[in-house]
Nanobody, 119 residues
Framework: QVQLVESGGGLVQAGGSLRLSCVSS????????LGWYRQAPGKQRELVAT???????NYADSVKGRFTISRDNAKNTCNLQMNSLKPEDTAVYYC?????????????WGQGTQVTVSS
């Protein structure tokens, strides 16, 4: 099973930047999709961005042009660069990995990292 550990959260002023990192316990070369999700208080968890093993990316409309997802296979890491942060980006951010074992698809979640954007 893949274990994920996020880091890089914190408190930042509106307009600032943060870089989140997610380190996998196993090689990410075999992970089909890596993604970042977020959950604000009182709201459902929502997709922020995903990246496939082939490098294809997908972003929520609310973060397009501001956030960039990337993966570093050599370091087994998935990063989320967040620029031009807004107070509405405040949430706990979770890393997710979707991977196959045989014919079965599994997914793993990290413990989350808090991002707080002050106005």
């Amino acid at each position: 099973q893949v274990q994920l550990v996020e880091s890089g959260g914190g408190l930042v002023q509106a307009g600032g930047s943060l870089r989140l990192s997610c380190v996998s316990s196993k090689s990410i070369e075999s992970i089909a999709v890596l993604g970042w999700y977020r959950q604000a208080p009182g709201k459902q968890r929502e997709l922020v961005a995903t990246i496939t093993s082939g490098g294809g990316t997908n972003y929520a409309d609310s973060v397009k042009g501001r956030f960039t997802i990337s993966r570093d296979n050599a370091k087994n890491t998935c990063n989320l660069q967040m620029n031009s942060l807004k107070p509405e980006d405040t949430a706990v951010y979770y890393c997710n990995a979707a991977y196959y074992i045989g014919y079965f698809l599994y997914d793993s979640w990290g413990q989350g990292t808090q991002v707080t954007v002050s106005s």
